[in-house]
């Protein structure tokens, strides 16, 4: 029984060794870069599918999208820096077979990024299945082991919609005037308002309306027919960088409206909400004397309900 426990005792002092070597071996391991390259060099950023692809070129400071509309350049950024900025320790597989399985094979893969240097790819990764939220497995083109980064795969879309500047038809800088054509003409003069007739106009509405091109937001290519649709309304606007002008189509059939700048090559799908207020008429700027009637109307009121309680109080 004795040499039994003894036994039994030796065992366990083995296992404990063999888990204290193995830890050693397989213990914490300094974080390396995933991919590096040098972001200031980067021109060009390509993303695949096995459906499609698409690629953005750096212009002038500016990301563009292949048919000249420029592209988020924020998003492009923040894709390139998580990149280049992504540590890895262990990998979580080595083997090819495993790799297939994740989906980061030339065969399988979910999405291909490829950043460039002029015409040199300075990273080229395959991006596959998702781990858990926000993770996804990744490995370079020219293989290697698997690693789980943060990352998420509608980051890196490959449709022109996902990479396009929602912002592109804002004003640059601040808005000095702007006209709606064959309506009325607003100019700015020490943050007041005003028209050419010296209309009074009430300055917060106007305030109101100027800002929502201040804060116009597009959320898409448009592929619309305009080609027997008149325009609904254009609107000139001065800023910082000379004039502009957006054209605004509604179209019937699809209740859609449409938008397109002469600062830019394309036509942009606006929401029904925005696209219906951007085209106001002057009466919409003026103050409202129904709610001014209203409110001397409620102080006469007052004013009645006063004496009444006066005269009350005497008697």
Same mark, same amino acid.
């Given at each position: 029984?004795?040499?039994?426990? $003894?036994?039994?005792?030796?065992?366990?002092?083995?296992?404990?060794?063999?888990?204290?070597?193995?830890?050693?071996?397989?213990?914490? #391991?300094?974080?390396?870069?995933?991919?590096? !390259?040098?972001?200031?060099?980067?021109?060009?950023?390509?993303?695949?599918?096995?459906? /499609?692809?698409?690629? $953005?070129?750096?212009?002038?400071?500016?990301?563009? $999208?292949?048919?000249?509309? =420029?592209?988020?350049?924020? #998003?492009?950024?923040?894709?390139?820096?998580?990149?280049?900025?992504?540590?890895?320790?262990? =990998?979580?597989?080595? &083997?090819?077979?495993?790799? #297939?399985?994740?989906?980061?094979?030339?065969?399988?893969?979910?999405?291909?990024?490829?950043?460039?240097?002029?015409?040199?790819?300075?990273?080229?990764?395959?991006?596959?299945?998702?781990?858990?939220?926000?993770?996804?497995?990744?490995?370079?083109?020219?293989?290697?082991?698997?690693?789980?980064?943060?990352?998420?795969?509608? /980051?890196?879309?490959?449709?022109?919609?996902?990479?396009?500047?929602? &912002?592109?038809?804002?004003?640059?800088?601040?808005?000095?005037?702007?006209?709606?054509?064959?309506? !009325?003409?607003? *100019?700015?003069?020490?943050?007041?308002?005003?028209?050419? %007739?010296?209309?009074? $106009? %009430?300055?917060?509405?106007?305030?109101?309306?100027?800002?929502?091109?201040? %804060?116009?937001?597009?959320?898409?290519?448009?592929?619309?027919?305009?080609?027997?649709? %008149?325009?609904?309304?254009?609107?000139?606007?001065?800023?910082?960088?000379?004039?502009? *002008?957006?054209?605004?189509?509604?179209?019937?059939?699809?209740?859609?409206?449409?938008?397109?700048?002469?600062? /830019?090559?394309?036509?942009?799908?606006?929401?029904?909400?925005?696209?219906?207020?951007?085209?106001?008429?002057?009466?919409?700027?003026?103050?409202?004397?129904?709610?001014?009637?209203?409110?001397?109307? &409620? !102080?006469?009121?007052? +004013?009645?309900?006063?004496?009444?309680?006066?005269?009350?109080? /005497? +008697?």
């Amino acid at each position: 029984m004795k040499q039994y426990l $003894l036994m039994a005792l030796v065992a366990v002092q083995i296992v404990v060794v063999l888990a204290i070597w193995l830890f050693g071996l397989q213990g914490p #391991k300094d974080p390396e870069p995933f991919i590096q !390259f040098e972001i200031d060099t980067v021109d060009g950023l390509t993303v695949s599918s096995s459906e /499609e692809s698409i690629s $953005l070129t750096l212009e002038d400071e500016q990301w563009r $999208l292949p048919d000249g509309n =420029p592209a988020d350049t924020r #998003k492009v950024e923040r894709v390139l820096d998580r990149l280049s900025q992504t540590a890895v320790d262990w =990998p979580v597989a080595t &083997s090819e077979s495993t790799a #297939k399985r994740f989906e980061v094979t030339k065969d399988s893969f979910q999405k291909q990024i490829s950043v460039l240097a002029g015409n040199d790819a300075v990273a080229d990764v395959y991006l596959g299945t998702s781990p858990s939220f926000r993770k996804i497995h990744a490995r370079s083109v020219d293989g290697g082991p698997v690693y789980s980064i943060e990352f998420a795969s509608h /980051e890196a879309g490959t449709t022109l919609n996902s990479w396009l500047d929602k &912002s592109l038809l804002r004003p640059e800088g601040s808005i000095s005037s702007l006209e709606r054509v064959d309506a !009325f003409v607003l *100019t700015k003069d020490e943050g007041v308002w005003s028209v050419v %007739d010296g209309t009074e $106009l %009430d300055q917060s509405e106007v305030r109101d309306y100027v800002e929502r091109f201040e %804060d116009l937001s597009v959320f898409e290519l448009s592929e619309a027919d305009l080609s027997e649709t %008149d325009p609904s309304g254009r609107v000139v606007i001065r800023d910082d960088e000379g004039s502009y *002008t957006l054209t605004v189509f509604y179209v019937e059939e699809s209740e859609d409206w449409v938008v397109h700048s002469d600062r /830019e090559v394309g036509h942009y799908g606006l929401a029904s909400y925005i696209g219906s207020e951007i085209l106001k008429d002057l009466e919409d700027l003026l103050p409202n004397e129904e709610n001014e009637e209203d409110g001397e109307q &409620s !102080f006469e009121d007052g +004013e009645a309900v006063i004496t009444v309680e006066d005269i009350t109080e /005497e +008697e």
